[in-house]
């Protein structure tokens, strides 16, 4: 059974920055793709940042890129968000996201705008101005 479990969020001014954790278990595939995605009030869920596990690579959404870092703790299985230079636009619900199906290096671009199928519960992130 797969879980996702996000920690870190928090209320900070905007340019600090904050680190976001998710901690898996039940995902077996070294080959996948995991992610983070974001919803703000009265808008949809987006993208922020995706990984594909297998080579770690990483897309971003523009409005996050050159500020916002995903990786891969392996020996944790924890996944992580390095927000920095926060802004008052990124507030909102940040959500860990994962599939746990094998996927070949060819298709890792297709991380991006996957439909994931295992979604944590989210932490709230609150950025004032």
């Known amino acids: 059974q797969v879980q996702l479990a996000e920690s870190g969020g928090g209320s900070v001014q905007a340019g600090e920055s904050l680190r976001l954790s998710c901690a898996t278990s039940?995902?077996?595939?070294?080959?996948?793709?995991m992610g983070w995605f974001r919803q703000a009030p009265g808008k949809e869920r987006e993208g922020v940042a995706t990984?594909?596990?297998?080579?770690?690579?990483?897309y971003y959404a523009d409005s996050v890129k050159g500020r916002f870092t995903i990786s891969l703790d392996n020996y944790k299985n924890t996944l992580y968000l390095q927000m920095n230079s926060l802004k008052p636009e990124d507030t909102g619900m940040y959500y860990c996201v994962a599939e746990n199906s094998p996927r070949p290096w060819a298709q890792r671009s297709l991380c991006w705008g996957l439909e994931y199928p295992y979604w944590g519960q989210g932490t709230q992130v609150t950025v004032s101005s």
């Open positions: 039940g995902l077996i595939y070294s080959s996948r793709c």
């Open positions: 990984i594909y596990i297998g080579v770690a690579t990483t």
